[in-house]
């Protein structure tokens, strides 16, 4: 198998991947799972998903579509590089074991679905809210929680944003 086809491999529909996951976590493996629009690919990227991947044995990621990225309201030209570019770019960190696009507003149906181990977050959530009108509420936590498993944050490196990067190009 080539480098391509390896990094292709991650990429799995939601169905593909709760199979996969259903069998690493019958072998009592940790399950990681994380999400986010992951536009333009930077340093806050590859440390936040790399501290997230330490978490457990394997990481799952989770992309927005690009419709969901638009109706998250980010910016008007947002996202920048579509669904399949943003998606093969994280399959193709070391870190990421696999990468599943949603199309949902929230990644909460994804994570009730595939049941993840742990669900992680930046630390600009709060992994102990458990109401989730609250903006620091981790979507999904309350459902993890309820299955045993756990609910994490993680630092953000400082000065590291999509949205600084395109400031600063403009």
């Known amino acids: 198998m080539t480098k391509l086809e390896q990094i292709k491999h991650k990429l799995v529909t939601q169905e593909e991947a ?13 399950v990681v799972f994380t999400n986010g629009c992951f536009d333009i690919l930077h340093r806050g990227h590859v440390t936040y998903l790399a501290k997230a991947a330490a978490k457990g044995k394997y990481l799952v990621v989770g992309v ?12 008007p030209n947002r996202p920048v590089n579509d ?16 990468v599943v696009i949603f ?12 049941e993840p181990s742990i669900l992680v ?14 903006q620091k509420y981790i979507v999904g936590a309350n459902e993890v929680i309820a ?3 756990k609910v994490m944050t993680i630092e953000l490196e400082e000065g590291f944003s999509t949205t600084g990067i395109i400031n600063r190009l403009k």
């Not at 927005?64 to 910016?75: G, Q």
């Open 83 to 98: 669904q399949k570019s943003r998606a093969l770019i994280i399959a193709s960190l070391q870190v990421v074991d696999l």
């Open 147 to 149: 299955y045993g498993g």
């Open 18 to 30: 709760k199979a996969i996951i259903t069998s690493w976590k019958d072998n009592d493996e940790k």
């Open 64 to 75: 927005n579509s690009d419709e969901s990225v638009r109706r998250l309201n980010k910016a």
């Open 121 to 134: 977050k930046g630390a600009d959530y709060d992994a102990s809210i458990t109401d989730e009108k609250d």
């Open 103 to 114: 199309d949902n507003d929230t990644p909460k149906e994804l994570i009730q679905f595939m």
